[in-house]
């Protein structure tokens, strides 16, 4: 074993302690001790059997009250023994000064465990108090929702009946389902007879036109026109080349 595995203080080695299981609010009080350290008396009577109890100081039973109640002061310790073998360690910076321990930590046996000791308090009525307040608590929700009464800086959104976009959509269809499929012959001569008059239109502009079914009158547009992707005339339709009868500007000809 090297030097960094031997740095174990053995001189508790036959000292006898106790495992002590305290309550939750018992634990949480003692670290609001003051500098003195002291946290109560521990008091041993031998009248029908060894028994042992824990009276919480008076100072830290006001300074530890949960909601406004008092901490119960008096706790039994329920003995039993130990059947298994249990020990103590505690663990502590080194002496840097140590050229053997150069700073390593130093661990400490402080004694075999001989007894369990389960401190409870006595029948106390702020005890039940005290638990039936943790019940409440532990059945609250974590999130509550809470109204802000001052002024919120920054935007603010109202609620709506509906989104400008859903009525928009809403229309549309309301329009689609009025306009009823014309001849397909019908509105073929529809579009030729527009396509006359300019050479250009967009899919708006010809719904109106015809008052058709956007969808039939794509179906019809594909068969006869193009769809212009590229500027100057992007997101237009024009008749294709067969179907074109436009008349010449003059001093075209040749």
């Known amino acids: 074993m090297d030097d960094k595995e031997s740095n174990l203080d053995c001189s508790g080695l036959s000292r006898n302690v106790w495992l ?13 001790a003051d500098s003195s350290g ?13 028994q042992v109890k824990f009276e919480l100081s008076e100072q830290l039973s006001q300074v530890g009250c949960v909601d406004g109640v008092p901490l119960p002061r008096e706790h039994k310790m329920l003995m039993s023994d130990v059947s298994q073998s249990l020990a103590v ?10 050229q053997n321990l150069q700073g390593d930590p130093m661990f400490a046996f402080e004694g075999k465990v001989v007894k369990r000791a389960d401190c409870r308090p006595v029948e106390n009525p702020n005890y039940l108090l005290l638990k039936k307040n943790a019940i409440k608590k532990a059945g609250q929700p974590a999130r509550k929702v ?17 989104h400008k976009v859903n009525i928009e959509r809403d229309r ?20 030729f007879s527009a396509f006359e008059r300019h050479q250009y239109y967009t899919l708006k502009d010809l719904v109106h036109l015809t008052q058709q079914p956007v969808g039939y009158l794509k179906s019809i547009l594909k068969e006869i026109c193009n769809y212009n992707l590229k500027n100057p005339h992007k997101n237009t339709w024009e008749l294709k080349q067969e179907y074109r009868h436009y008349k010449e500007e003059p001093g075209n000809e040749d």
Do not use: C
């Open 20 to 32: 002590v299981k305290v309550p939750k609010y018992l634990s949480e009080t003692w670290n609001k």
């Open 38 to 50: 002291i946290v109560g008396k521990l008091k041993f009577t031998k009248t029908q059997g060894a």
């Open 89 to 98: 360690f505690s663990e502590t910076a080194g002496d840097s000064t140590d």
């Open 146 to 162: 809470q109204q802000i009464t001052e002024k919120v800086h920054g935007t603010s959104f109202k609620p709506i009946a509906d």
């Open 172 to 191: 549309k269809r309301k329009e689609e389902g009025k306009r009823a499929r014309s001849e397909k012959k019908e509105v073929m001569d529809k579009l």
